[in-house]
C-alpha cells in the first residue's frame, strides 16, 4: 500500500483523536445505536475539550469551522498543510470510532462548516459558538439543490422564511439551523442564499425526528419554517444576487464539506478493515503483501482488493482537502472524492461482514453496524449520481444545462 507521511505538525491531534475515538466512542457505540435519539451525554465532557483545544490553539484549527480557505491563490510556492487537512484527517479519525457520534458533537456540525466556509469575518465571529445544523434537502427537492422553493422575502431590516426542510442532521439538538433558501425564484440559482436561524425563533418547528437505518445516534429531523423572521444581518456572505456567479457561492459550502464526509467514510472503512483483517488471521487466513493476489486464498485476495479501494478514496480525500489548503479551485476533487470514498465506504463494509461470516452479520462485532451507517455517507451531501454528474461536467467544460 502507498502510505502518504502524515504532516508533522497535526500529528499529535491526530494522536489525540485517535485516543478519544478508541477510548470514549467505541466503547459507547453500541449502545447509543440501540437508543435512537437519544443525547449521548458523554459528548458533553468532550466538546469542552474540544473548545479549550481550540482556544489553546492546539487543535491547529481542526473541526467544522476549520474548513474554509484564504482568498487568492498561493504562489510562493510553499506547500500548506492548514486546517482543512487537520480537519478532514481529525475526523476521520474520530469516524473511525463511531460516525454518528462524531456527527452528534457539539459545535461540530456541517452547519458550522457552512459558516466556516462563505460568512463574512464580522459573522464567524459572532457565531463561533453556536452549534448549526444543516438545512438544504426538501420533500421535492434532494440532489437537485438548485430547485429549492423554501422562500426568503426582504421585509425591512429582516427576512421572512417559508418552507419545509428534511433530514436535517442534529436538527434537534443544534442551537441553530443554516437554511438554504430561495431570494427570487425567477433568478435561478444564483438568488439561492444561507441563513443562520436560531432554535428558539418562534418561526421554526421541529416536525419530526427520522427512524433510520444507520447513523442511529445522530437525530435527523423534519423542521418547516412559517413565517420565519430573521434579521437580516444573519444572511450568510453577500446578500447580493450575482448572476453571473450563479450557484458558485452557494456551492463554496460542499467544496468545503464534501472532503469531510469523504473522510467520514474512509475512516468508517478503515475500522471495517482492520477488525476484519483481525478475524482473518485468527480464522488462519495469511494476508502477505509481497504475493500476488491471486496466489493467495480468496479471503486475502479480497481483502487486497478492498484495502487498495480504501486506499484510492483515502488518497482522492487527501488531495481534495490539500487543494484547499493551498488555495486552489477544489469543486471537481471534492466530488471526486466524495463520490470514490462514498461509494467505497459502503462496498468495503458490507464485503467486511461477509468476509467474518457469523461475526459480521451478528451483534458480536460492529461490523453489521458499520455497513449500516456507511450508507448515508454515499448519499447526503450529494449523491453518488450528483457527484458524478459534477466531475463529468468539469471534465468537459459544460454547463448543467447543458448536461444533466
Not at 489525540?16 to 465532557?45: C, F, G
Not at 479480497?302 to 477544489?330: C, G, H, I, M, S
Not at 470514490?340 to 463494509?349: E, N, P
Request: charged share 25%; net charge negative.
Amino acid at each position: 500500500m502507498i502510505n502518504l507521511e502524515t504532516p508533522k505538525k497535526v500529528r499529535p491531534l491526530l494522536d489525540q483523536a485517535h485516543q478519544v475515538a478508541m477510548n470514549i466512542l467505541r466503547p459507547i457505540s453500541r449502545k447509543y445505536d440501540e437508543a435512537e435519539h437519544t443525547y449521548p451525554k458523554e459528548l458533553d465532557m468532550l466538546a469542552a475539550m474540544i473548545d479549550g483545544l481550540d482556544e489553546s490553539g492546539a487543535s491547529q484549527g481542526a473541526g467544522a469551522s476549520g474548513v474554509q480557505r484564504e482568498e487568492g491563490k498561493a504562489d510562493d510556492g510553499q506547500n500548506r498543510n492548514g486546517t482543512n487537512m487537520a480537519s478532514m484527517l481529525s475526523i476521520l479519525e474520530m469516524c473511525w470510532g463511531d460516525v454518528a457520534l462524531t456527527l452528534s458533537m457539539p459545535r461540530q456540525g456541517l452547519g458550522n462548516s457552512a459558516i466556516a466556509a462563505v460568512a463574512s469575518p464580522e459573522q464567524k465571529e459572532r457565531f463561533g459558538k453556536t452549534w448549526a445544523a444543516m438545512a438544504i434537502t426538501e420533500p421535492g427537492t434532494g440532489s437537485d439543490s438548485a430547485n429549492i422553493v423554501t422562500t426568503a422575502k426582504k421585509d425591512g431590516d429582516e427576512y421572512v422564511l417559508n418552507g419545509e426542510k428534511i433530514f436535517v442532521t442534529a436538527g434537534e439538538r443544534a442551537d441553530s439551523v443554516v437554511v438554504w433558501a430561495t431570494l427570487d425564484k425567477s433568478l435561478g440559482r444564483a438568488a439561492i442564499k444561507s441563513f443562520l436561524v436560531k432554535k428558539d425563533n418562534p418561526g421554526l418547528k421541529v416536525e419530526r425526528l427520522e427512524h433510520k437505518l444507520g447513523i442511529r445516534a445522530s437525530d435527523t429531523a423534519v423542521i418547516t419554517f412559517t413565517d420565519c423572521r430573521v434579521p437580516a444581518e444573519d444572511l450568510l456572505g453577500s446578500p447580493e444576487i450575482d448572476t453571473k456567479e450563479g450557484f458558485g457561492g452557494a456551492m463554496a459550502t460542499f467544496d468545503n464539506t464534501r472532503p469531510l464526509v469523504a473522510a467520514m467514510a474512509v475512516g468508517c472503512a478503515r475500522a471495517a478493515l482492520e477488525l476484519t483483517k483481525d478475524l482473518l488471521e485468527e480464522a488462519g487466513v495469511t494476508i502477505d503483501y509481497a504475493r500476488p493476489a491471486y496466489t493467495q486464498h480468496a479471503a486475502a485476495a479480497t481483502f487486497l482488493q478492498l484495502e487498495a479501494d480504501w486506499e484510492a478514496a483515502y488518497l482522492l480525500t487527501v488531495k481534495a482537502a490539500w487543494l484547499a489548503d493551498n488555495r486552489t479551485p477544489n469543486s471537481m476533487e471534492a466530488s471526486m472524492a466524495k463520490a470514490k470514498a462514498g461509494r467505497m465506504g459502503s462496498d468495503v463494509t458490507l464485503r467486511c461482514v461477509e468476509l467474518a461470516g457469523t461475526f459480521g452479520y451478528s451483534e458480536v462485532e460492529l461490523l453489521e453496524k458499520w455497513g449500516r451507517d456507511s450508507k448515508i455517507l454515499d448519499i447526503f451531501e450529494g449523491t453518488q449520481q450528483i457527484q458524478q454528474l459534477i466531475v463529468a461536467r468539469r471534465l468537459l467544460n459544460l454547463t448543467s444545462a447543458e448536461l444533466r
